[in-house]
Protein backbone atom coordinates (compact mmCIF):
# COMPACT_ATOMS: atom_id res chain seq x y z
CA UNK A 1 0.00 0.00 0.00
CA UNK A 2 1.31 3.13 -0.79
CA UNK A 3 2.42 5.66 1.85
CA UNK A 4 1.06 9.43 1.35
CA UNK A 5 3.08 11.88 3.27
CA UNK A 6 0.55 15.30 3.19
CA UNK A 7 2.23 18.61 2.52
CA UNK A 8 0.05 21.96 2.35
CA UNK A 9 2.94 23.37 0.59
CA UNK A 10 3.21 26.81 2.85
CA UNK A 11 1.74 26.75 6.46
CA UNK A 12 1.25 30.77 7.31
CA UNK A 13 0.80 32.02 10.97
CA UNK A 14 -0.61 35.34 10.97
CA UNK A 15 -2.12 37.44 13.21
CA UNK A 16 -5.83 37.74 13.26
CA UNK A 17 -6.76 41.39 13.66
CA UNK A 18 -3.43 41.91 10.85
CA UNK A 19 -5.18 44.17 8.88
CA UNK A 20 -2.02 44.81 6.75
CA UNK A 21 -1.37 41.02 5.85
CA UNK A 22 -3.47 40.70 2.78
CA UNK A 23 -1.36 43.27 1.09
CA UNK A 24 1.85 42.42 2.70
CA UNK A 25 1.68 38.75 2.43
CA UNK A 26 -1.88 37.05 1.35
CA UNK A 27 -1.81 38.33 -2.22
CA UNK A 28 1.89 37.99 -2.61
CA UNK A 29 1.57 34.11 -1.79
CA UNK A 30 -1.63 33.70 -4.24
CA UNK A 31 0.64 35.18 -6.95
CA UNK A 32 3.50 33.22 -6.82
CA UNK A 33 0.76 30.15 -6.46
CA UNK A 34 1.92 28.13 -3.28
CA UNK A 35 -0.45 25.70 -1.90
CA UNK A 36 -1.44 27.73 1.66
CA UNK A 37 -3.21 27.03 4.75
CA UNK A 38 -3.65 30.54 6.45
CA UNK A 39 -3.66 29.99 10.86
CA UNK A 40 -4.28 32.70 13.40
CA UNK A 41 -1.85 32.68 16.23
CA UNK A 42 -3.36 31.17 19.00
CA UNK A 43 -5.26 28.63 17.22
CA UNK A 44 -3.44 25.49 17.94
CA UNK A 45 -1.38 26.22 14.63
CA UNK A 46 1.40 25.06 15.36
CA UNK A 47 0.84 21.58 17.07
CA UNK A 48 3.06 18.89 16.15
CA UNK A 49 -0.33 17.62 13.75
CA UNK A 50 0.21 21.09 11.80
CA UNK A 51 3.80 20.92 11.91
CA UNK A 52 4.30 17.54 10.75
CA UNK A 53 2.25 18.10 7.62
CA UNK A 54 3.54 21.40 5.56
CA UNK A 55 6.65 21.82 3.76
CA UNK A 56 7.70 25.24 5.15
CA UNK A 57 6.42 27.57 8.30
CA UNK A 58 5.64 31.29 7.47
CA UNK A 59 5.81 33.56 10.42
CA UNK A 60 3.70 36.22 8.41
CA UNK A 61 3.78 39.51 10.67
CA UNK A 62 5.24 41.49 13.04
CA UNK A 63 5.41 40.75 17.34
CA UNK A 64 3.92 36.74 16.41
CA UNK A 65 7.34 35.33 18.47
CA UNK A 66 5.69 37.35 21.43
CA UNK A 67 2.84 34.52 21.27
CA UNK A 68 4.83 31.56 21.01
CA UNK A 69 5.03 29.93 24.23
CA UNK A 70 8.59 27.65 25.10
CA UNK A 71 6.36 24.89 24.54
CA UNK A 72 5.29 25.73 20.89
CA UNK A 73 8.97 27.39 20.03
CA UNK A 74 10.34 23.49 20.88
CA UNK A 75 7.93 21.78 18.65
CA UNK A 76 9.10 24.23 15.38
CA UNK A 77 12.89 23.39 16.68
CA UNK A 78 12.02 19.22 16.57
CA UNK A 79 9.74 19.89 13.02
CA UNK A 80 12.50 21.84 11.50
CA UNK A 81 15.53 19.62 12.77
CA UNK A 82 13.35 16.61 11.01
CA UNK A 83 13.31 18.62 7.73
CA UNK A 84 10.12 21.20 7.47
CA UNK A 85 11.40 24.28 6.63
CA UNK A 86 11.15 28.59 8.23
CA UNK A 87 10.57 31.63 6.60
CA UNK A 88 10.26 33.81 9.34
CA UNK A 89 9.41 37.32 8.56
CA UNK A 90 8.96 38.77 11.89
CA UNK A 91 12.49 40.70 12.89
CA UNK A 92 11.13 41.12 16.90
CA UNK A 93 13.53 37.77 17.42
CA UNK A 94 14.25 38.48 20.78
CA UNK A 95 10.03 38.56 21.82
CA UNK A 96 10.19 34.84 20.93
CA UNK A 97 11.21 32.30 23.37
CA UNK A 98 15.24 31.12 23.22
CA UNK A 99 14.71 28.55 21.17
CA UNK A 100 13.12 30.23 17.90
CA UNK A 101 16.36 32.47 18.19
CA UNK A 102 18.23 29.66 18.43
CA UNK A 103 16.93 27.99 14.88
CA UNK A 104 16.95 31.00 13.34
CA UNK A 105 20.85 31.52 14.39
CA UNK A 106 20.21 35.07 15.75
CA UNK A 107 22.15 35.56 18.79
CA UNK A 108 21.30 39.27 19.74
CA UNK A 109 18.62 41.60 19.02
CA UNK A 110 19.88 45.26 19.24
CA UNK A 111 16.82 47.93 18.15
CA UNK A 112 15.07 49.11 15.49
CA UNK A 113 16.92 51.45 12.56
CA UNK A 114 15.88 53.22 9.75
CA UNK A 115 17.54 52.47 6.43
CA UNK A 116 17.00 53.30 2.56
CA UNK A 117 19.03 50.43 0.91
CA UNK A 118 19.10 47.01 -0.07
CA UNK A 119 22.06 45.81 -0.87
CA UNK A 120 23.04 41.81 -2.34
CA UNK A 121 26.11 40.57 -0.24
CA UNK A 122 26.07 37.44 -2.01
CA UNK A 123 24.52 36.42 -5.45
CA UNK A 124 25.83 33.13 -5.44
CA UNK A 125 23.25 31.13 -3.57
CA UNK A 126 19.62 30.23 -4.55
CA UNK A 127 17.94 32.84 -2.34
CA UNK A 128 19.79 35.41 -3.98
CA UNK A 129 20.26 33.97 -7.25
CA UNK A 130 18.82 36.53 -10.11
CA UNK A 131 19.79 39.82 -8.27
CA UNK A 132 23.40 41.22 -8.97
CA UNK A 133 25.69 42.16 -5.39
CA UNK A 134 25.90 46.06 -4.67
CA UNK A 135 23.78 48.56 -3.46
CA UNK A 136 19.88 49.01 -4.54
CA UNK A 137 17.79 51.79 -3.49
CA UNK A 138 15.07 50.62 -1.91
CA UNK A 139 12.63 53.34 -1.29
CA UNK A 140 11.56 56.77 -1.96
CA UNK A 141 11.22 57.02 1.94
CA UNK A 142 12.90 54.90 4.82
CA UNK A 143 12.09 51.83 6.25
CA UNK A 144 12.77 49.60 9.52
CA UNK A 145 14.80 47.02 10.31
CA UNK A 146 15.97 45.51 13.28
CA UNK A 147 19.09 45.34 14.13
CA UNK A 148 20.67 41.67 15.00
CA UNK A 149 23.96 39.59 15.24
CA UNK A 150 23.62 36.25 13.86
CA UNK A 151 25.58 33.62 13.39
CA UNK A 152 24.20 32.06 10.19
CA UNK A 153 25.10 33.37 6.58
CA UNK A 154 24.51 36.56 5.10
CA UNK A 155 22.88 37.15 2.09
CA UNK A 156 21.22 40.55 2.10
CA UNK A 157 22.51 44.05 3.83
CA UNK A 158 21.76 47.35 4.01
CA UNK A 159 23.95 50.32 3.21
CA UNK A 160 26.14 49.73 6.51
CA UNK A 161 26.35 45.92 6.26
CA UNK A 162 23.43 45.12 8.78
CA UNK A 163 21.90 41.95 8.16
CA UNK A 164 18.40 42.38 6.48
CA UNK A 165 17.94 38.43 4.83
CA UNK A 166 20.00 35.36 6.51
CA UNK A 167 20.05 32.05 6.63
CA UNK A 168 20.48 29.19 9.18
CA UNK A 169 20.47 25.03 8.60
CA UNK A 170 19.97 23.66 12.04
CA UNK A 171 19.76 20.14 11.98
CA UNK A 172 18.10 18.97 8.69
CA UNK A 173 16.28 21.72 8.29
CA UNK A 174 16.80 25.06 6.81
CA UNK A 175 15.36 28.97 8.00
CA UNK A 176 15.41 32.37 6.53
CA UNK A 177 15.01 35.30 8.50
CA UNK A 178 13.97 38.45 7.40
CA UNK A 179 15.72 41.24 9.34
CA UNK A 180 13.03 43.72 8.14
CA UNK A 181 10.03 44.88 9.10
CA UNK A 182 6.88 43.94 7.08
CA UNK A 183 6.01 47.74 6.37
CA UNK A 184 8.67 47.10 3.10
CA UNK A 185 5.48 45.52 1.50
CA UNK A 186 3.47 48.24 1.73
CA UNK A 187 2.71 50.36 -1.46
CA UNK A 188 4.12 53.75 -0.01
CA UNK A 189 7.45 52.19 1.13
CA UNK A 190 8.88 49.75 -1.42
CA UNK A 191 5.81 47.52 -1.77
CA UNK A 192 5.75 44.51 -4.33
CA UNK A 193 6.34 43.95 -7.63
CA UNK A 194 9.72 46.59 -6.94
CA UNK A 195 12.40 44.48 -6.92
CA UNK A 196 12.03 41.99 -4.04
CA UNK A 197 9.42 39.51 -4.72
CA UNK A 198 12.36 36.91 -5.68
CA UNK A 199 14.22 36.69 -2.74
CA UNK A 200 10.50 36.39 -1.15
CA UNK A 201 9.63 33.01 -3.17
CA UNK A 202 13.21 31.39 -3.85
CA UNK A 203 13.14 32.21 0.59
CA UNK A 204 10.19 29.69 0.68
CA UNK A 205 11.38 27.40 -1.91
CA UNK A 206 14.77 27.20 -0.71
CA UNK A 207 13.64 26.45 3.02
CA UNK A 208 10.88 23.77 1.98
CA UNK A 209 10.94 20.46 2.73
CA UNK A 210 11.10 18.92 -1.16
CA UNK A 211 9.25 18.25 -3.25
CA UNK A 212 7.16 21.23 -2.99
CA UNK A 213 4.22 22.38 -5.37
CA UNK A 214 3.37 25.50 -6.56
CA UNK A 215 1.10 27.26 -9.41
CA UNK A 216 3.59 29.98 -10.30
CA UNK A 217 4.06 31.86 -13.28
CA UNK A 218 6.60 29.77 -16.12
CA UNK A 219 9.52 31.76 -16.78
CA UNK A 220 8.12 33.33 -20.31
CA UNK A 221 9.92 35.17 -22.09
CA UNK A 222 8.54 37.60 -25.09
CA UNK A 223 9.33 40.72 -27.13
CA UNK A 224 7.12 44.13 -27.87
CA UNK A 225 8.25 46.36 -30.74
CA UNK A 226 6.84 49.66 -31.01
CA UNK A 227 6.32 52.37 -33.51
CA UNK A 228 6.66 49.54 -36.85
CA UNK A 229 6.54 50.63 -40.29
CA UNK A 230 9.28 48.39 -41.63
CA UNK A 231 10.29 51.52 -43.99
CA UNK A 232 14.39 50.75 -42.78
CA UNK A 233 15.82 47.49 -43.31
CA UNK A 234 11.90 46.02 -43.86
CA UNK A 235 11.96 44.16 -40.57
CA UNK A 236 15.68 42.00 -40.99
CA UNK A 237 15.86 42.60 -37.21
CA UNK A 238 12.21 40.76 -36.47
CA UNK A 239 13.38 38.04 -38.80
CA UNK A 240 16.35 37.72 -37.24
CA UNK A 241 14.67 37.35 -33.18
CA UNK A 242 12.54 34.97 -35.12
CA UNK A 243 15.47 33.20 -36.23
CA UNK A 244 16.15 33.12 -32.34
CA UNK A 245 13.12 31.51 -31.25
CA UNK A 246 11.68 34.74 -30.12
CA UNK A 247 7.85 35.40 -30.17
CA UNK A 248 7.70 39.09 -31.25
CA UNK A 249 4.30 41.22 -31.19
CA UNK A 250 4.50 44.37 -33.63
CA UNK A 251 2.80 47.40 -32.69
CA UNK A 252 2.51 48.62 -35.98
CA UNK A 253 1.56 52.18 -37.41
CA UNK A 254 -0.95 51.31 -39.86
CA UNK A 255 -1.25 54.29 -41.86
CA UNK A 256 2.83 53.79 -42.99
CA UNK A 257 3.24 50.35 -43.36
CA UNK A 258 4.29 50.36 -48.12
CA UNK A 259 3.39 47.20 -50.11
CA UNK A 260 6.28 45.90 -49.89
CA UNK A 261 6.74 46.27 -45.44
CA UNK A 262 3.07 44.74 -45.73
CA UNK A 263 4.22 41.55 -47.70
CA UNK A 264 7.22 41.30 -45.27
CA UNK A 265 4.63 41.45 -42.27
CA UNK A 266 2.81 38.76 -44.23
CA UNK A 267 5.24 36.02 -44.45
CA UNK A 268 6.48 36.99 -40.88
CA UNK A 269 2.83 36.38 -39.37
CA UNK A 270 3.00 32.55 -40.97
CA UNK A 271 5.97 32.04 -38.81
CA UNK A 272 3.28 31.73 -36.03
CA UNK A 273 6.07 33.47 -33.76
CA UNK A 274 5.02 37.32 -34.92
CA UNK A 275 1.42 38.71 -33.91
CA UNK A 276 0.47 42.36 -35.57
CA UNK A 277 -0.67 44.67 -33.12
CA UNK A 278 -2.56 47.87 -34.31
CA UNK A 279 -0.46 50.68 -32.78
CA UNK A 280 -1.44 53.95 -34.33
CA UNK A 281 -2.51 55.05 -37.74
CA UNK A 282 0.62 57.05 -37.40
CA UNK A 283 3.12 58.69 -35.08
CA UNK A 284 1.32 61.44 -34.59
CA UNK A 285 -2.39 60.20 -34.90
CA UNK A 286 -3.25 57.43 -32.27
CA UNK A 287 -6.34 54.52 -32.88
CA UNK A 288 -7.30 53.84 -28.83
CA UNK A 289 -7.33 57.27 -27.04
CA UNK A 290 -10.29 58.87 -26.25
CA UNK A 291 -11.80 61.33 -29.10
CA UNK A 292 -8.27 61.42 -31.31
CA UNK A 293 -8.75 64.69 -32.99
CA UNK A 294 -12.69 64.40 -32.47
CA UNK A 295 -12.90 61.07 -34.66
CA UNK A 296 -15.42 58.53 -32.97
CA UNK A 297 -14.12 55.18 -31.62
CA UNK A 298 -16.40 53.91 -34.12
CA UNK A 299 -15.13 55.13 -36.84
CA UNK A 300 -11.47 55.14 -35.59
CA UNK A 301 -12.14 51.28 -35.26
CA UNK A 302 -13.39 50.69 -38.93
CA UNK A 303 -10.38 52.45 -40.28
CA UNK A 304 -7.89 50.24 -38.26
CA UNK A 305 -9.69 47.04 -39.91
CA UNK A 306 -9.62 48.25 -43.82
CA UNK A 307 -5.84 49.68 -42.86
CA UNK A 308 -5.62 45.85 -41.84
CA UNK A 309 -7.36 44.49 -44.51
CA UNK A 310 -4.84 46.04 -46.56
CA UNK A 311 -1.95 45.10 -44.93
CA UNK A 312 -3.37 41.41 -45.33
CA UNK A 313 -2.85 40.34 -41.21
CA UNK A 314 -5.36 39.77 -38.48
CA UNK A 315 -4.91 41.75 -35.52
CA UNK A 316 -2.77 39.62 -32.48
CA UNK A 317 -5.44 39.34 -29.27
CA UNK A 318 -3.10 40.92 -27.16
CA UNK A 319 -3.39 44.64 -27.94
CA UNK A 320 -0.34 47.29 -28.60
CA UNK A 321 -1.60 50.54 -28.31
CA UNK A 322 0.40 53.29 -28.73
CA UNK A 323 1.21 55.47 -24.82
CA UNK A 324 -0.90 52.10 -23.53
CA UNK A 325 -4.01 54.57 -23.85
CA UNK A 326 -7.45 52.43 -24.61
CA UNK A 327 -10.81 54.71 -24.56
CA UNK A 328 -13.66 53.02 -22.22
CA UNK A 329 -15.34 53.16 -25.94
CA UNK A 330 -13.34 51.28 -27.59
CA UNK A 331 -13.64 48.36 -25.30
CA UNK A 332 -16.52 46.60 -26.25
CA UNK A 333 -15.30 46.88 -29.74
CA UNK A 334 -12.11 45.44 -29.22
CA UNK A 335 -14.05 42.44 -27.60
CA UNK A 336 -16.02 42.44 -31.08
CA UNK A 337 -12.98 42.15 -33.05
CA UNK A 338 -11.43 39.11 -30.90
CA UNK A 339 -8.94 41.71 -29.46
CA UNK A 340 -9.93 40.83 -25.27
CA UNK A 341 -6.51 41.73 -23.92
CA UNK A 342 -4.19 44.68 -23.88
CA UNK A 343 -0.65 45.69 -22.54
CA UNK A 344 -1.44 48.53 -20.30
CA UNK A 345 -1.70 49.47 -17.27
CA UNK A 346 -4.17 52.52 -17.20
CA UNK A 347 -7.29 52.34 -16.44
CA UNK A 348 -9.80 52.86 -18.93
CA UNK A 349 -10.01 56.45 -20.51
CA UNK A 350 -7.08 57.44 -18.34
CA UNK A 351 -4.34 59.21 -20.11
CA UNK A 352 -0.49 58.07 -20.72
CA UNK A 353 1.88 60.87 -18.04
CA UNK A 354 4.62 58.80 -17.78
CA UNK A 355 3.90 57.19 -14.47
CA UNK A 356 1.01 54.41 -14.40
CA UNK A 357 -1.69 54.37 -11.33
CA UNK A 358 -2.46 50.94 -11.84
CA UNK A 359 -5.31 49.42 -9.66
CA UNK A 360 -5.58 45.79 -11.10
CA UNK A 361 -4.17 42.25 -9.79
CA UNK A 362 -2.11 41.57 -7.44
CA UNK A 363 -0.75 44.75 -6.77
CA UNK A 364 -1.44 47.69 -7.97
CA UNK A 365 1.59 47.57 -9.82
CA UNK A 366 2.31 48.35 -13.63
CA UNK A 367 5.51 45.91 -13.56
CA UNK A 368 3.47 43.10 -12.28
CA UNK A 369 -0.46 43.00 -13.36
CA UNK A 370 -3.03 40.94 -14.95
CA UNK A 371 -6.57 41.68 -14.35
CA UNK A 372 -9.80 42.54 -15.96
CA UNK A 373 -9.31 45.45 -17.62
CA UNK A 374 -12.98 46.91 -16.33
CA UNK A 375 -15.37 44.59 -14.80
CA UNK A 376 -17.12 43.08 -17.52
CA UNK A 377 -15.37 44.30 -20.72
CA UNK A 378 -14.34 41.07 -21.61
CA UNK A 379 -11.08 42.60 -22.07
CA UNK A 380 -7.76 41.57 -20.25
CA UNK A 381 -5.38 43.82 -18.94
CA UNK A 382 -1.49 42.12 -18.89
CA UNK A 383 1.37 44.86 -17.82
CA UNK A 384 4.48 43.73 -17.62
CA UNK A 385 7.07 46.29 -16.24
CA UNK A 386 9.78 47.95 -18.82
CA UNK A 387 11.97 48.98 -15.88
CA UNK A 388 15.00 47.04 -14.91
CA UNK A 389 15.01 46.56 -11.24
CA UNK A 390 17.70 48.46 -10.01
CA UNK A 391 16.75 51.51 -12.11
CA UNK A 392 13.09 51.04 -10.69
CA UNK A 393 14.37 51.61 -7.16
CA UNK A 394 17.27 54.27 -7.91
CA UNK A 395 14.31 56.43 -9.90
CA UNK A 396 10.78 56.30 -9.76
CA UNK A 397 9.96 54.82 -6.03
CA UNK A 398 8.37 56.98 -3.53
CA UNK A 399 6.69 59.59 -5.58
CA UNK A 400 2.94 59.11 -5.29
CA UNK A 401 2.33 55.77 -3.88
CA UNK A 402 2.37 53.04 -5.87
CA UNK A 403 3.57 55.66 -8.98
CA UNK A 404 6.31 53.70 -11.50
CA UNK A 405 7.69 55.09 -14.27
CA UNK A 406 6.85 51.83 -16.18
CA UNK A 407 7.38 52.31 -19.62
CA UNK A 408 11.83 52.44 -20.14
CA UNK A 409 13.18 51.52 -23.60
CA UNK A 410 16.24 50.06 -22.71
CA UNK A 411 17.69 49.55 -26.28
CA UNK A 412 17.20 53.11 -27.66
CA UNK A 413 19.55 55.15 -25.13
CA UNK A 414 22.50 52.96 -26.04
CA UNK A 415 22.38 53.16 -29.92
CA UNK A 416 22.35 56.16 -32.80
CA UNK A 417 18.50 56.49 -32.14
CA UNK A 418 19.10 58.06 -28.65
CA UNK A 419 19.39 61.67 -30.46
CA UNK A 420 16.14 61.38 -31.86
CA UNK A 421 14.70 61.01 -28.05
CA UNK A 422 16.81 63.44 -26.35
CA UNK A 423 20.28 62.86 -25.87
CA UNK A 424 23.33 61.90 -28.56
CA UNK A 425 24.78 58.72 -28.65
CA UNK A 426 28.18 58.72 -30.90
CA UNK A 427 28.37 55.18 -31.31
CA UNK A 428 25.91 51.94 -30.66
CA UNK A 429 27.10 50.87 -27.62
CA UNK A 430 25.83 46.81 -28.09
CA UNK A 431 27.15 45.25 -24.83
CA UNK A 432 25.37 48.23 -22.85
CA UNK A 433 21.81 48.02 -24.48
CA UNK A 434 22.43 44.02 -23.85
CA UNK A 435 22.44 44.40 -20.76
CA UNK A 436 20.10 46.41 -20.07
CA UNK A 437 17.56 44.38 -21.79
CA UNK A 438 18.78 41.77 -19.94
CA UNK A 439 18.08 43.72 -17.04
CA UNK A 440 14.15 44.66 -18.10
CA UNK A 441 13.74 41.12 -18.78
CA UNK A 442 14.88 40.02 -15.59
CA UNK A 443 12.62 42.06 -13.35
CA UNK A 444 9.90 39.96 -14.66
CA UNK A 445 10.99 37.02 -13.85
CA UNK A 446 11.81 38.89 -9.95
CA UNK A 447 8.23 39.47 -9.95
CA UNK A 448 7.29 35.99 -10.35
CA UNK A 449 6.09 36.83 -13.61
CA UNK A 450 7.09 36.66 -17.49
CA UNK A 451 10.03 38.67 -18.99
CA UNK A 452 9.16 41.02 -21.70
CA UNK A 453 11.63 43.12 -23.83
CA UNK A 454 10.21 46.35 -24.84
CA UNK A 455 11.61 48.30 -27.35
CA UNK A 456 11.09 50.10 -30.43
CA UNK A 457 11.93 49.46 -34.49
CA UNK A 458 13.86 52.64 -34.46
CA UNK A 459 16.43 51.25 -31.66
CA UNK A 460 16.55 47.92 -33.32
CA UNK A 461 17.28 49.79 -36.92
CA UNK A 462 19.97 51.63 -35.63
CA UNK A 463 22.07 48.43 -35.20
CA UNK A 464 24.33 47.08 -37.92
CA UNK A 465 23.90 43.41 -39.33
CA UNK A 466 26.76 42.13 -36.84
CA UNK A 467 25.75 44.17 -34.15
CA UNK A 468 22.01 42.79 -34.40
CA UNK A 469 24.05 39.58 -34.10
CA UNK A 470 25.80 40.86 -31.45
CA UNK A 471 22.80 42.25 -29.46
CA UNK A 472 20.88 39.37 -29.67
CA UNK A 473 23.15 36.74 -29.23
CA UNK A 474 23.88 38.31 -25.47
CA UNK A 475 20.00 38.33 -25.17
CA UNK A 476 19.78 34.71 -25.98
CA UNK A 477 22.39 33.14 -23.88
CA UNK A 478 20.93 35.03 -20.69
CA UNK A 479 17.62 33.58 -21.70
CA UNK A 480 19.20 30.19 -21.83
CA UNK A 481 20.84 30.19 -19.03
CA UNK A 482 17.47 31.46 -17.12
CA UNK A 483 16.05 28.70 -18.34
CA UNK A 484 13.56 31.12 -20.27
CA UNK A 485 10.74 29.49 -22.36
CA UNK A 486 9.43 31.58 -25.29
CA UNK A 487 5.88 32.50 -25.76
CA UNK A 488 4.06 34.84 -27.81
CA UNK A 489 1.90 37.25 -25.91
CA UNK A 490 -1.32 35.54 -27.33
CA UNK A 491 -0.60 32.55 -25.61
CA UNK A 492 0.54 34.61 -22.28
CA UNK A 493 -2.88 36.65 -22.52
CA UNK A 494 -4.63 33.14 -22.47
CA UNK A 495 -2.19 32.10 -19.79
CA UNK A 496 -3.08 35.02 -17.48
CA UNK A 497 -6.86 34.79 -17.97
CA UNK A 498 -6.62 30.69 -16.82
CA UNK A 499 -4.32 31.54 -13.71
CA UNK A 500 -6.55 34.20 -12.44
CA UNK A 501 -9.35 31.39 -12.27
CA UNK A 502 -7.66 29.10 -10.49
CA UNK A 503 -6.12 28.25 -7.02
CA UNK A 504 -3.88 25.14 -5.53
CA UNK A 505 -6.22 23.56 -3.52
CA UNK A 506 -4.46 20.61 -1.91
CA UNK A 507 -0.80 19.08 -2.69
CA UNK A 508 0.77 15.89 -1.55
CA UNK A 509 3.79 13.92 -2.00
CA UNK A 510 4.64 10.25 -1.88
CA UNK A 511 7.49 8.20 -0.59
CA UNK A 512 7.19 6.68 -4.59
CA UNK A 513 8.16 9.90 -5.72
CA UNK A 514 4.83 10.64 -6.96
CA UNK A 515 3.05 13.98 -6.44
CA UNK A 516 -0.74 15.17 -6.16
CA UNK A 517 -2.15 18.34 -6.31
CA UNK A 518 -6.32 19.50 -7.03
CA UNK A 519 -6.60 22.68 -8.92
CA UNK A 520 -9.80 24.15 -8.52
CA UNK A 521 -11.79 26.69 -10.65
CA UNK A 522 -11.51 27.16 -14.50
CA UNK A 523 -8.93 28.17 -17.19
CA UNK A 524 -9.39 28.31 -20.68
CA UNK A 525 -5.82 26.83 -22.01
CA UNK A 526 -3.45 24.17 -20.22
CA UNK A 527 -1.67 25.47 -16.94
CA UNK A 528 2.07 24.42 -15.74
CA UNK A 529 2.55 23.23 -12.23
CA UNK A 530 5.67 23.16 -10.81
CA UNK A 531 7.87 21.14 -8.75
CA UNK A 532 10.67 22.54 -7.00
CA UNK A 533 13.21 19.29 -5.69
CA UNK A 534 16.64 19.28 -4.54
CA UNK A 535 18.49 20.79 -1.38
CA UNK A 536 21.13 22.47 -2.80
CA UNK A 537 22.46 26.34 -1.72
CA UNK A 538 23.70 27.58 -5.41
CA UNK A 539 21.54 27.98 -8.23
CA UNK A 540 20.66 25.07 -9.65
CA UNK A 541 21.06 22.59 -6.89
CA UNK A 542 17.43 23.09 -7.01
CA UNK A 543 15.28 22.20 -9.82
CA UNK A 544 12.18 22.96 -11.19
CA UNK A 545 9.84 20.67 -13.17
CA UNK A 546 6.84 21.63 -14.94
CA UNK A 547 4.08 19.23 -15.50
CA UNK A 548 1.27 20.15 -17.82
CA UNK A 549 -2.60 20.14 -16.61
CA UNK A 550 -5.34 20.73 -19.46
CA UNK A 551 -7.86 23.04 -19.11
CA UNK A 552 -10.20 23.02 -15.24
CA UNK A 553 -13.59 23.33 -14.84
CA UNK A 554 -14.86 22.93 -11.46
CA UNK A 555 -11.80 20.61 -9.91
CA UNK A 556 -9.39 18.46 -10.95
CA UNK A 557 -7.20 15.52 -9.16
CA UNK A 558 -4.09 15.33 -10.98
CA UNK A 559 -0.82 13.19 -9.86
CA UNK A 560 2.01 12.86 -11.45
CA UNK A 561 5.76 11.52 -10.96
CA UNK A 562 9.11 13.86 -10.38
Sequence with gaps: MRRTIPFLGVLVVRARDDAAYASRFGRALEHMGFCVEEMDTGSGALSAANLGRCSVLVLAGEHLGAGLDPKDAAGVSRAVEQGMGLVNFDPFVSEMPTQAGNLLGIRRVQGVFESDTVRVADNTHYVTAGLQPGEQVASGRSYGAVKSTTLGDVLVT???????????????????????LPSIWDADVLGHGYGLDGLFFRSIVWAARKPIAALAWPPYVTVRVDDVNGKGSRLRWCRRLVDAGFHVNLGLLLDEIDDEAAGVLRDLAATGRVDCSPHAFSGSERIFAADEGGEKAESRLARMDAALARIGVRPARLLNPDYDEVDEDVLGLLADRGITGVMSPLRPGEKWDGRGRPSGYPYGCANVMYDEMKAGSGVFALSCGAEPVRRVMEETLGREGISSLYYFDPVVDSTRAAKTWGGAAMKNDVDGAAERAIGQMNSGFENVYCARLTTHEAALEAFSEAELDRFVELVSNWVRAADGLHAGGDDILDYAKSLRGVRMTR????????????????????????????????????????????????????????
Aim: proline share 5%.
Design 158 to 180: DRSKNPLVTINKPGRGRTVSWHV
Design 507 to 562: AEASRERRVSVTLEGASGCDLQVSVFKGRGDVPGGIVRTFHRVRPVSGRADIEFGV
